[in-house]
């Protein structure tokens, strides 16, 4: 069997991400691996409709308030990783982009030995519309992935 010595954490601070996160410290504690925590920011998040870019100063509000939500999303990251850190070893990262293609870039950049990620738990059309992102990482990472299901 091979040895966990890296292992990816990617956390959308949900939780489900949350949930999650008492496995990654776990398989890392029981393996003696670093956890490597991973928050991908999205911008789509923050895009606003075409329309109100014609308004005055739209443009200025809205990188303003992609540099607060960054910002916030950063503390937040620190105060997990360190809270991590005092467990097990960790190292954090925030990165941009669409979440499931970078956890899966991330993971193979970092030699990765396996992700441990939540799931949404959606189903039917909710998955079709939301897309999942844990689904995008199984199917393309090339590492295992462990998946854990929200709590009912």
Request: aromatic share 8%; hydrophobic share 40%.
């Amino acid at each position: 069997m091979p040895k966990i010595k890296r292992l990816v954490y990617p956390t959308c601070f949900t939780s489900e991400s949350q949930e999650a996160e008492r496995y990654a410290i776990w398989l890392a504690q029981q393996s003696d691996a670093e956890i490597l925590l991973l928050h991908v920011f999205d911008h789509s998040a923050l895009e606003i409709p075409a329309p109100y870019f014609m308004l005055p100063s739209a443009e200025h509000w809205v990188q303003h308030r992609m540099t607060e939500v960054m910002q916030r999303v950063q503390q937040e990251l620190e105060q997990l990783g360190t809270r991590i850190k005092n467990e097990v070893s960790c190292n954090w990262a925030m990165i941009e982009g669409k979440p499931g293609p970078e956890i899966v870039t991330y993971a193979h950049d970092h030699q990765a030995d396996m992700i441990v990620m939540g799931t949404h738990g959606y189903t039917g059309l909710d998955r079709l519309v939301l897309g999942s992102v844990a689904e995008y990482v199984v199917r393309h990472a090339d590492c295992p992935v462990l998946t854990i299901k929200p709590k009912a």
